[in-house]
T-cell receptor
Framework: GIQVEQSPPDLILQEGANSTLRCNFS?????LQWFHQNPWGQLINLFY???GTKQNGRLSATTVATERYSLLYISSSQTTDSGVYFC??????????FGKGTKLTVNP | GAVVSQHPSRVICKSGTSVKIECRSL??????MFWYRQFPKQSLMLMAT?????????EQGVEKDKFLINHASLTLSTLTVTSAHPEDSSFYIC???????????FGEGSWLTVV
């Protein structure tokens, strides 16, 4: 099956810093989404981005489908950005395959 | 936007009992819903695909008799953990795709503790 790798596994930042999270996938995908899981477990959709670039406030994402990777950019990080960021891909069967996530800690 | 709701958010049950978790799509119909399990500090693992009006499709290694899934309507899927044991303690979360859309939405998740 399709493999999803995320890096780095852990990231610690000071408030105000910028960061880039990476997601590599092993095969062509129909769907790629980025999620933020808050400390209470809830998964929040950040982006649906099988290709191209999108921006939403301080967050933006780029997927280069031909090279099988996606990047999530967080600018001017805030303590509320802390949590685990997951990349998930769908291989055409409607099933999402998740990476292991990047745990982000933003310190004040 | 589309909303998926889960209930209960937290449940504690005694070993040997059964517990039911509900997943509802609040403002859209979902012919397919998905159930995931997440152990502490790990990723989400798909357990099964819930299909409205038919049997669920279970992933390899998931016991269908232990994790009963019912998708009786276009807005409700339930996961029943039968004869629960402490090793079943976990975070269970469901998802659904809004019809014709690309984005998959997740419920709030349910923390199950078996004592």
């Amino acid at each position: 099956g399709i493999q999803v790798e995320q890096s780095p596994p852990d990231l610690i930042l000071q408030e105000g810093a910028n960061s880039t999270l990476r997601c590599n996938f092993s095969d062509s995908v129909n769907n790629l989404q980025w999620f933020h899981q808050n400390p209470w477990g809830q998964l929040i959709n950040l982006f649906y981005i099988p290709s191209g670039t999108k921006q939403n406030g301080r967050l933006s994402a780029t997927t280069v489908a031909t090279e099988r990777y996606s990047l999530l950019y967080i600018s001017s990080s805030q303590t509320t950005d802390s949590g685990v960021y997951f990349c998930a891909v769908e291989d055409g069967s409607e099933k999402l395959v998740f990476g292991k996530g990047t745990k982000l800690t933003v310190n004040p | 936007g589309a909303v998926v709701s889960q209930h209960p958010s937290r449940v504690i049950c005694k070993s040997g009992t059964s517990v039911k978790i509900e997943c509802r799509s609040l403002d859209f119909q979902a012919t397919t819903m998905f159930w995931y399990r997440q152990f502490p500090k790990q990723s989400l693992m798909l357990m099964a695909t819930s299909n409205e009006g038919s049997k669920a499709t279970y992933e390899q290694g998931v016991e269908k008799d232990k994790f009963l899934i019912n998708h009786a309507s276009l807005t409700l899927s339930t996961l029943t953990v039968t004869s629960a044991h402490p090793e079943d303690s976990s975070f269970y979360i469901c998802s659904a795709r809004e019809g014709g859309g690309n984005t998959i939405y997740f419920g709030e998740g349910s923390w199950l503790t078996v004592v």
